[in-house]
């Protein structure tokens, strides 16, 4: 039955199979690095001895631990954010100053290109060391960094992601491309700040400093790391919106699978500490030590209150021109997979987008003249007078001359007339096209800001003055973007600090996953698509009851006897032509008796825990859970263990280390169930059985993968062979 | 190995065996209605029939049509918040009017205790009224509902707890206490009644009324059913404290198993029409239609901005006095079980204690003469003159002459030396005592608002008069009582409209739960236990690896035949010693091959689904779905259905009708992992197999139920066989 799903490449564009192959082949050797998270426990015979040794007291020490990591992971994303938010404010600062002062001093002596040029170099400069460390030092901090959190909450494991390098190339990457003027913000580089933090901090070592602190071991293992992970995640929302609340749903959103409610409520001690570390040393350092006034990074300021205006389908045009912007941005995607990978390349771009986004800026401040009196109520930080009166300065100018966050409250908050409609027009259409252009540079970038700056100028170009109407605006364009809910709404909510908002943003951002969605998927989605990714959503599609675990599992399964030679377990893992990670061991006639993992089986072997030498070493040292864990999480490769040749005759006993009790399904359970299953356990491997408990096939992530929701029904998408 | 387990009775307290006794006596027939709740979904062949029928644009509609019903119970939950909040606004006004007037008149003339005869009669009166609605006509409106509410979202089904006779009696009942001057708040009913609500629109139809709409009819089984009274709780929250997120935290910390992103965001949305539509009708009432600045019941009043003071332990005492609360409540709960159930002796207590609320309060504002002149910012409500000289009123008595509500927010707000610390603390002595005694009564009642004012006004006696401290004092009071940690912060935060509070709070109700756990569990678990309900926690006990499903299970189990005999049923079900409500389905040698329910035999029996008649009866249509569905959720008892001494000798064959796939797992899996498996997916059977796939146990609810961390490692708890 099978064959009725439809077989449909994975985006419904039908031509786009020629064009993954570039991706596929200048990445393969990343992409077959890209395994799946474990979640479930390996409950082995040496689990439960440990589990025994371990008094109740004992229980509660680790609890405490988790605690205490999560505090950490909270304090350390706040320590992070608080610095690049000063790093970002003292570099734009002087670059703003700076280039403020050339206008001046040209404004009357003409010959403003020269500040034209000083700016465009300036910005180049940020961006193109920025660009460098990311291009060549760790590609995988370019971007904001979402979709791969996204993923690892997934359950897949991205090679490097969290790694401390990662994180060190991050921050000063962010901290560039903002200070380099860039249509970015500062807050999506943030999630993925916290996330390295978190699965640092929480393994107690750093493999790129080569240091080993000897604490916390107890957590290597998959489970313990994604759930720090997600606290760290959560964490990084709360330091970039001031909201901790949005950082656990997000975390939620993206990563959990089972509710759980210790773990939920530690993500947001780490959530609350994180925003209030951020909170008070900025306090510190804007030098009012008591007023915890600055929660996160982005600062919309006061609203007036709710009015019906604010449910007037104003927005509409969010999901419109979100699906818009997505919809180019995965067309510059591919041709930037295509033609732009090599490192100088990509260096290159940055620079010309920074070179051609201080243009822009400068022919906008240059061409408009909205001159206000100086002296208002909101001082502007950086007023250019320009061709204005004397005490008087060009409005629209000083908006953007500034970072785009604090555009952004310009818009939102600049009393009715401050723009001329035309100035704001053609400043739309260009910020909307840099900020397309801007996402996917090999920069690291949040969208989130520029976003919510494209939909405030919008907002403002219709007409619209109240700034709680061109917040929900501001929303409309943010989610036709990004289609995040929940959390997004959530993060909204908080960062206004209002609660009757939540309604009509909650409208808003429904309406433009709606219209959206007609068009194209969100711009996460889109990015982890192009990556192959083996990405499960939330639910089975709901007409795939009909499919059975027989269809969806791959088969034949490369078994193991529970005593099986080693010459046959050497082999079969050293097959590079199908990498498997999990392995069914049978009984005789196939029956299933237990499931072991690669990783396991590679630890065994380099300890030579064979039948023969048991008897000849008895002194030696048994086979603990502490061997396994210091392998974790880079398993050597099989190529790098030795076996002689009298070794591969030994017989390796694999009862006490294999999961004597892995989930099983018989074949006739439908899909939805085998999803359920399997997304809720958190599963990386489910064994199919007949009703013999014989073993018949395998489902893992990839099987399920697959099937998909298109226009017409179900669909099946051929996912990359990883 | 399970001896190890130490065999313990429930709460520790080791002699309170004989104290249930004449609980479970006198409440038998409830008891042995108390089933769980299906969360899994039987794919039978009716079930995939259907849905091959059903075109992808039907799931569509199906999902449109979860987000109108989802509408529907936040408009509706919204709308009776807000008859609630006028009810009692009147109702108290008036009353406080008549009385004030009354001692106005008294004060000059002498004779004050007329005055207090009035009061304590027109108290009594209310109370009276409230209390005879839910003694004698539904007592399961009695109390705020909160553990009825949890007990269903956990998965056990409570008789008569989502009726709609249930919700006019609750929403009368908490009408009647508030406006009778009780101890209590009207938040707690809210949350009932926003379930209630959710079960009635979700299904189309009432019982009670016997009318059946003809509409949602997809919607009758447990699996939905149970979404959307999650909605319901969570726009219930909502509506009560102007919370939509922690409404949602609310739901999901209760109820939910799996997250589920969709429904998530469609509890969110339940909510967050609740408190608009709630501020949509306030504003009105209040003659500001635009001004929607009531979300919720409660309105904390502003806050000042939070400083280092928030951070000092001055909470402390929170966790004591919430444990102390509990104790006397669950020493008052247990003599009230044995002496007071009758219903006009419950009524009487409810008037008991309403002119004594009268008469400690007439007390509390006769003795104290803190005079403040009148015509301050704040205008009280009822300002009440007594001793005071002209143009002065007497600010203790005026805080305390008003809904608890109120007096929450005089205690927050007041300025420093307001209060007379001697009366004060009397004040707070009787108050306590009050709520103690109040909490249990057969009236609906919550607990929230005499909590918060409790720890206010210690925390005003410890001489703190920063509001925000305050309000930590007031969390960290109610957190000691009810032990929410996520979603009481987040409804906290909301409540009070700044993030940045969130911080103290958080740490504030995570020390009183550790404080309160040290002494006895939290109030509302105290009350599911004493109904002995087989509540299920969110993990297995850390320390069970060891304990296996063999140990777990419930053994032997009834089992069927694929086509079984009618007799045989009919035998099976009717044996009232032990009421199994899911039996599996065997080949030969007892292999396993489904899983029937109890409600779906007695469909089959009742329409007479056998094999000899099915030749006979070409013409008779088949039975379908909506024949299960039009009988739920009130199948009909086993004796109700005729069977004739022929039909038992007929065949009937299961096949079709029965779950094809139910989870099994084999004899050697750990309780964590059976615990995790059940929970995760919300089953009701879990059937655990040998390795031939034989069927050898059965384990439910109860079993897991039983299980449990104590002092000293785990302990095995005594469930009444119910």
Known sequence: MANIAKKVSWSGRGDDRGERTPLLNGDEEVKNNRQSLDYDNSENQLFLEEERRMSHMGFRCLEIRRWVICGLIGFLTGLIACMIDIAVEKLAGYKYFAVKQNIEKYTELGGLSISLILWAVLNSAFVMFGAIAVAFVEPIAAGSGIPQIKCF?????????????????????????????????????????????????????????????????????????????????????????????????????????????????????????????????????????????????????????????????????????????????????????????????????????????????FAMIYFSNDCQPLGQDKAEEYPLQLFCADGEYNSMATAFFNTPERSVRSLFHNP?????????????????????????????????????????AWGRLFGILLCIVLLTCAAAQLGGIVRMTLSLTVIMIEATGNVTYGFPIMLVLMTAKIVGDYFIEGLYDIHIKLQSVPFLHWDAPPTSHWLTAREVMSSPVTCFNRVEKVGRIVDVLSNTSTIHNGFPVVAHTRKICGLILRSQLIVLLKHKVFVERASSRLSQRKLQLKDFRDAYPRFPPI?????????????????????????????????????????????????????????VGLVTRKDLARYHVGKDGLEELHLAQT
Chains 1, 2 share one sequence.
């Open 153 to 361: 909450l997934n359950g897949v494991k991205i090679p490097r992601v969290v790694r401390l390098k990662t994180l060190v190339i991050k921050v000063f990457g962010v901290i560039c491309s903002v200070a380099g003027g860039l249509a970015v913000g500062k807050e999506g580089p943030m999630i993925h700040s916290g996330a390295v933090m978190a699965a640092g901090v929480s393994q107690g070592r750093s493999t790129s400093l080569k240091k080993d602190f000897k604490i916390f071991e107890y957590f290597r293992r998959d489970t313990e790391k994604r759930d720090f992970v997600s606290a760290g995640a959560a964490a990084g929302v709360s330091a970039a919106f001031g909201a901790p609340v949005g950082g656990v749903l997000f975390s939620l959103e993206e990563g959990a699978s089972f509710w759980n409610q210790l773990l939920t409520w530690r993500i947001f001690f780490a959530s609350m500490v994180s925003t209030f570390t951020l909170n008070f040393f900025l306090s510190i350092y804007h030098g009012k030590p008591g007023e915890l006034s600055s929660p996160g990074l982005i600062n919309f300021g006061r609203f007036d209150t709710l009015n019906y205006f604010s449910f007037f389908p104003f927005h509409f045009p969010g999901g419109v021109l979100g699906a818009l912007f997505n919809i180019i941005n995965y067309w510059l995607t591919i041709f930037r997979i295509r033609y732009i990978h090599r490192p100088c390349l990509q260096v290159m771009e940055a620079m010309l987008v920074a070179a051609v986004t201080a243009t822009v800026s």
């Open 416 to 456: 009715p007339g401050t723009y001329n409609p035309v100035t704001l027009g053609v400043f739309t259409l260009a910020y909307f096209f840099l900020a397309v252009w801007t996402y996917g540079l090999t920069v690291s970038a949040g969208v989130f800001i520029p976003s919510l700056l494209i939909g405030a």
């Open 639 to 695: 190529q790098s263990i030795h076996v002689s040749q009298d070794e591969r005759e030994c017989m390796m006993d694999l009862t006490e280390f294999m999961n004597p009790t892995p989930y099983t399904v018989p074949q006739e359970t439908s899909l939805p169930r085998v999803f359920k299953l399997f997304r809720a356990l958190g599963l990386r491997h489910l064994v199919v059985v007949d009703n013999e408990n014989r073993v």
